[in-house]
């Protein structure tokens, strides 16, 4: 008898309840894309954000899984409200086996020196801080739980290998997050908590949106960009949260196959 690649890498725990995740970011684009298919393909999925009506839609967008989504409002930048976003998780649901960690936002593509302190301190606060945040609280829980143990994944992006032009904060939250996955990975490894980095490239979201009318590029053109549907994002993270915990798949890039990634600069 032969058994699918969603049979084989079961999405239930122990007991036959699904599995839980936690999305951030998950009000729009590739986290709302993600948040979907996991609830699609069985699990419970904590819906984390800072605007709950964003939150609400994508729950509405669920149909039928709607019962197994959680939206918690939370600002992952705040030590207080990522502590109480994980303490409801826990009453909620007892445990956490899936943690995206995809919050995140970028500064004006103005020159480097233009940035203010203001707008580099709120990038490094949601896209660094707000990671570390939520995996230390992640950790704390995977540790106690019983069975213990679980899965971590970080929204690296293409910027965390190649920068683009006037994206200084967000690059260098960027090649930071490279480093935390790694620190993670290793420091999870006594307590079954794997880690790893999905790197995205030209994901068709709100975000991405300008590369459809032209962008910047590394020789001073303006050029439109090649684009995919975020669903191919989430199809690449579900392939991360069903591999076993002895098991991990460390760094994942997807992108726009065309996209001026290879070859950049």
């Not at 030209?202 to 590029?217: C, I, R």
Request: hydrophobic share 40%; charged share 20%.
């Amino acid at each position: 008898m032969t058994h699918s690649l969603e049979e084989t890498y079961m999405n239930t725990s122990e007991d036959g309840g699904s599995k839980i995740a936690m999305i951030t970011g998950a009000g729009s684009g590739v986290g709302r894309s993600c948040a979907l298919a996991m609830l699609r393909e069985g699990w419970s999925v904590v819906l984390v954000g800072r605007r709950e009506s964003a939150l609400q839609e994508t729950k509405a967008m669920a149909q039928g899984a709607a019962d197994r989504a959680l939206a918690l409002p939370a600002d992952v930048s705040d030590p207080d409200s990522v502590r109480d976003l994980f303490a409801a998780t826990h009453r909620h649901f007892g445990r956490l086996d899936f943690l995206f960690n995809n919050a995140g936002i970028s500064a004006p593509g103005v020159p480097l020196e233009e940035i203010s302190v203001e707008q580099w301190k709120e990038v490094v606060d949601i896209n660094l801080t707000g990671v570390f945040l939520c995996t230390q609280a992640a950790f704390r829980l995977m540790k106690s739980q019983t069975p213990g143990g679980g899965r971590i994944v970080n929204n690296g992006s293409i910027s965390a290998h190649a920068p683009r032009p006037n994206s200084s904060p967000y690059t260098a939250t960027k090649h930071a997050i490279t480093g935390l996955t790694r620190s993670t990975s290793l420091d999870g490894r006594r307590y079954d908590i794997a880690c790893g980095q999905i790197d995205i490239g030209n994901a068709l979201t709100e975000m991405a949106t300008p590369m459809t009318k032209g962008v910047p590029q590394a020789n001073g053109e303006i050029a439109i960009e090649p684009v995919m549907d975020p669903e191919h994002v989430a199809q690449a993270l579900l392939c991360m949260a069903r591999m076993p915990l002895d098991a991990n798949i460390q760094t994942l890039t997807v992108m726009a196959t065309k996209m001026p990634f290879i070859g950049r600069g």
